[in-house]
């Protein structure tokens, strides 16, 4: 049997906090989890579920500055003979990335720092 929701008044629409956009979408990211599922559980469409998922991406996109300092007077930082990468972000965070580490690695090491 299935279930039928009747919408009395004005409003027939449901809205959504952005709080609690992000819930859904997060709980559509956790290890093992179906978005159709969290779909059926929250009480969305699935197709909500991944416009959220695009629109809290965009949000997130956007532009960093680089800055190439002056040639070191010391040598490069190497780590076992690799270049090595020095990233410092705004936010206090730092890393040191090998050259030689899969763009994909560096990347996540990125995005686990910004948040």
């Known amino acids: 049997m299935s279930r ?3 919408i009395t008044g004005v409003q027939r629409r449901r809205y959504w906090t952005d709080e609690q956009k992000r819930e859904i979408v997060a709980a559509s990211f956790a290890p093992g989890a179906s978005v159709t599922e969290v779909a059926r559980q929250a009480d969305v469409t699935r197709d909500s579920i991944y416009r959220w998922r695009r629109a809290l991406k965009r949000a997130e996109a956007g532009f960093s500055k680089v800055v190439v300092g002056p040639e070191p ?3 490069a930082c190497t780590s076992h003979g690799s270049p090595v990468i ?11 990335i090998r050259a030689s580490t899969p763009p994909e690695l560096a990347a996540a090491v990125i995005k686990a720092l910004i948040r």
Not at 86 to 96: C, D, I, K, W, Y
Request: avoid cysteine.
């Open 4 to 6: 039928v929701e009747v």
């Open 73 to 75: 007077s010391v040598p």
């Open 86 to 96: 020095e990233v410092l972000l705004g936010n206090g965070g730092q890393a040191r």
